[in-house]
């Protein structure tokens, strides 16, 4: 009990050390510890297959580790997840609610599952507070993707847990439903509602308070997007000119060059040592190109770090 107390008195809704879990003797999630703090938004990204879902189960209850330890809001991961399932929101990579009931039906089963109090003024306080009032007797199944997304974080909420952990919530939807999305998850901060959320876009990363980053099983950064950047120790160059395609072919394998990746009209290309980079940029000597030193944008370091962790495997 001293340690769910410490946890609860430093600010910390996620604490977990050096967790790992395995599936058929193959490594899932290696060595893993992660610290997260109320109002916190942490953004969890990794390529698919990565381990971020088992990472996500583990911390919330339902996955155990195979070893490690760790407190998710106060209660201990290994012996406490039945206290930890009722305080969490848990948002899955697939749509999970009945698409043959209607939105009120489907939060009227939720708020039954978990039992609330005063059940009816919950879920209108629900529908208002999400605007779906015109849609709570529709039937789920003919919803948008943007509507369906409102409904689930909705559902997630009923409870009023005090973390959400939400697995690639924002797949399949559009610019502006993840605007929106994204606006509400930062008025839930703002009321020191946290969340761990996983996403493959680096728009949505940004708009985090802090970062993970996971490949093949192995947590490789966290921090603030800035932190990450630095850390990284990469750089980048921007070019661009006509025939970009001839110069990524003529600058694949060049001293200093370690990725090349195409944004929109410009090429960038990086490495971790500046000055042999630095030296095969100007050897060009090519006025056709324009080439400008900028600094690495967070998806030129995590194409850089899973290419690291792919070289010591």
């Not at 993970?212 to 966290?222: E, K, R």
């Not at 944004?263 to 030296?279: A, M």
Request: hydrophobic share 35%; aromatic share 8%; charged share 20%.
């Amino acid at each position: 009990m001293n340690n769910n107390k410490k946890n609860i008195n430093n600010h910390l809704v996620i604490d977990v050390s050096h967790i790992n879990k395995s599936f058929s003797g193959k490594p899932a999630v290696v060595d893993f510890s992660l610290q997260v703090a109320t109002g916190e938004i942490c953004g969890f990204l990794g390529p698919n297959g990565s381990g971020k879902t088992t990472t996500l189960r583990m911390i919330c209850g339902l996955l155990i580790p195979d070893s490690g330890e760790g407190h998710c809001l106060g209660y201990d991961i290994l012996t406490e997840s039945y206290a930890i399932k009722s305080q969490v929101g848990y948002m899955t990579q697939s749509f999970s609610l009945y698409h043959d009931l209607t939105a009120y039906e489907n939060l009227d089963f939720i708020a039954r599952i978990y039992q609330i109090p005063h059940r009816k003024r919950a879920i209108a306080d629900c529908i208002k507070t999400f605007n779906l009032t015109e849609r709570q007797n529709q039937i789920t199944g003919s919803l948008s993707g943007g509507w369906k997304q409102r409904l689930a974080l909705a559902g997630c909420l009923l409870h009023q847990p005090k973390l959400l952990l939400l697995d690639e919530p924002t797949a399949g939807v559009d610019p502006k439903a993840r605007r929106e999305f994204w606006d509400e998850i930062h008025k839930l901060s703002a009321r020191d509602i946290t969340t761990l959320v996983s996403t493959h876009y680096m728009d949505e990363a940004e708009r985090c308070t802090k970062l993970a980053y996971i490949s093949y099983g192995q947590l490789l950064a966290q921090g603030t997007v800035e932190q990450i950047i630095q850390q990284s120790g990469l750089h980048t160059w921007s070019i661009s000119g006509e025939h970009l395609i001839q110069l990524e072919d003529l600058l694949r394998n060049k001293p200093g060059v370690e990725q090349i990746a195409f944004f929109g009209t410009r090429l960038h290309v990086c490495g971790s040592n500046d000055e042999l980079l630095t030296q095969t940029i100007q050897s060009l000597a090519m006025p056709a190109f324009e080439c400008t030193k900028i600094t690495p944008g967070l998806e030129d370091v995590f194409i850089s770090l899973v290419g690291k962790t792919k070289n010591r495997d």
